[in-house]
């Protein structure tokens, strides 16, 4: 059977890159910062890593890392409620919550098991889900393996929101579901109108918070703290693998007995094993850092204001941002992977998104900012986009 099925599959692959659509890995050899170095040695500055205040290779998360492995070893070996959680795990999760202004947290593998395990454990069929037609795919999977009435509603569109909230009336709970902020097009979600409608129609709100939290809000506390919402949403999901610090793992944050019936029933925290205590240990740490100081979120906004406005400037199409993605729309699903190819050869790492990450039609190159970007690279970066925007005919 095989032998038919690799057939298949070497035909549907050759598809894909006779289409100019076949992804390839980039190798990085050195840590992620603004600026790496890629396995044939090229000198890259990096605007397509999450790595939104530059804490990936920061000296104070090594060091805590470090020192974790020393007092900690090096991992737990088992899941949570078997013999897998340490002392870090809890200060983490106690210090997340505090962050948030929540009441509790629950710490997962990657924000993909956390919203892949938020679902099932709360809601039955009797319930609703009314779910951002952008979500993230963790929060798609999610929904798929809950039995909750599914209600969708267009991005960001309170009067469609509204309009699923009137049908989910015949539920017994209603869940609204949204990004805190879309990676696609880097908008930040209407929350302050979502939680109006969820209170004038009886409905609970879930966030991702994932590219929102230590980006959004004058603090970095996302997309509550930026509409004065802090402690009012029933639910917050999230990753130490974007602004965070950008290892792995994920959290759910909210109320207490939310947080504590997925302690009893959500299967990725059941069955996965715990994150490494030196990755909590440098999570603990980033949100000392966090709460100390706003200089990495500053500098961030300033990088981020100063992009957009130079690459507007030079007659790029750059959607609307609240946040540090910058979508340089290109529509064209192979001209965006050629564009790709063309900035890395002048030292521009960046990546071509195309159907089915994004609409068909809406290809672009998404470009993520960091405050560890100094202003000469981004000076770089917006004279190689010019350079190779006129080379490629997307500028006149």
């Keep these: 059977m095989y032998q038919k099925f690799q057939a298949f599959l070497q035909n549907e692959l050759n598809d894909i890159k006779e289409a100019g659509l076949y992804k390839n890995e980039r190798i990085i050899v050195s840590p992620q910062s603004g600026e790496i170095t890629l396995k044939n040695g090229q000198k890259a500055l990096n605007f397509c890593a999450n790595n939104y205040l530059g804490l990936a290779n920061n000296p104070q998360l090594i060091a805590a890392a470090k ?19 340490s002392d870090l795990h809890k200060e983490l999760e106690k210090k997340i919550a505090e962050f948030f202004g929540t009441e509790d947290t629950i710490l997962y593998a990657a924000c993909f098991d956390a919203n892949g395990g938020v679902f099932e454990p709360l809601l039955t069929d009797q319930d609703a889900i009314i779910s951002d037609a952008l979500n993230h795919a963790s929060i798609i999977d999610g929904v798929r393996l809950c039995k909750a009435v599914r209600y969708r509603y267009a991005n960001a ?13 015949a539920q017994r709970f209603r869940l609204i579901v949204t990004d805190g902020v879309f990676s696609m097009d880097g908008n930040v ?9 969820a209170n004038k129609y009886d409905a609970m709100v879930m966030v991702d918070e994932s590219h929102s939290a230590g980006v959004v809000g ?10 004065n919402l802090r402690g009012k949403v029933e639910i917050l999901t999230g990753t130490l693998g974007k602004a965070f610090g950008g290892a792995i793992g994920g959290f759910t ?8 019936m997925l302690r009893q029933r959500s299967r990725p925290y059941l069955f996965s094993n715990s994150i490494p205590p030196m990755v909590a240990a440098a999570g603990c740490k980033m949100v000392e850092m966090m709460s100390s100081t706003n200089e990495l979120q500053d500098r961030l906004h300033e990088n981020t204001a100063y992009f957009v406005e130079k690459m507007k400037a030079a007659g790029f199409d750059i959607k609307p941002t609240q946040s540090a ?52 690279n981004l000076d770089k970066c917006i004279a190689a986009f010019t350079k190779v925007g006129k080379e490629l005919g997307v500028l006149k």
């Design 67 to 85: 020192e974790a492995l020393d007092t900690h070893g090096y991992g737990m070996a088992s899941v949570r409620f078997i013999c897998g959680c």
């Design 218 to 227: 004058k603090t970095g506390r996302g997309v509550t703290e930026h509409y």
């Design 253 to 260: 944050t909210g109320k207490k007995e939310i947080i504590d």
């Design 157 to 169: 569109d309170m009067a469609d929101l509204e309009e699923q909230l009137k049908k989910a009336q």
């Design 325 to 376: 993605i910058c979508a340089v729309m290109l529509y064209d699903a192979k001209l965006s992977q050629d564009m790709a190819a063309k900035l890395q050869e002048e030292g521009i790492f960046v990546t071509g998104f195309y159907y089915p990450v994004v609409p068909k039609g809406q290809a672009r190159i998404r470009v993520q900012v960091s405050a560890a970007h100094t202003r000469e």
């Design 189 to 197: 979600a209407p929350l302050d109108k979502i939680v109006e409608l």
